[in-house]
Nanobody, 117 residues
Framework: QVQLVESGGGLVQPGGSLRLSCAAS????????MEWYRQAPGDQREWVAR???????AYADSVKGRFAISRDNAKNVVYLQMNSLKPDDTAVYYC???????????WGQGTQVTVSS
């Protein structure tokens, strides 16, 4: 079982930046895919970004050009750099990992991001 721990959330003003971290309990070097999702109160969980083995990335249209996903294989950490934050970005952000293309999904506990003046 992969343990994932998110951190880096908090309160930020509109236009500000935050960097979220997702620390994994095992090597992420050969992990098939790691993703970020978010869930605002009353809404369904929404996919945000993913990074695959080989470092290909993809983003939801709502965050494209503002967010960037990356990883540090030596530290077993995946990051989500969030710039030009908007109130609509307010949500609990979750990390998800999958070892293989058809493998089990593992989730972290989430970290709260609040964008407000």
């Amino acid at each position: 079982q992969v343990q994932l721990v998110e951190s880096g959330g908090g309160l930020v003003q509109p236009g500000g930046s935050l960097r979220l971290s997702c620390a994994a309990s095992e090597s992420i070097f050969s992990m098939y895919q790691m993703e970020w999702y978010r869930q605002a109160p009353g809404d369904q969980r929404e996919w945000v970004a993913r990074i695959r083995y080989g470092d290909s990335t993809a983003y939801a249209d709502s965050v494209k050009g503002r967010f960037a996903i990356s990883r540090d294989n030596a530290k077993n950490v995946v990051y989500l750099q969030m710039n030009s934050l908007k109130p609509d970005d307010t949500a609990v952000y979750y990390c998800k990992a999958r070892r293989t293309s058809r493998g089990t999904d593992y989730w972290g506990q989430g970290t709260q991001v609040t964008v407000s003046s």
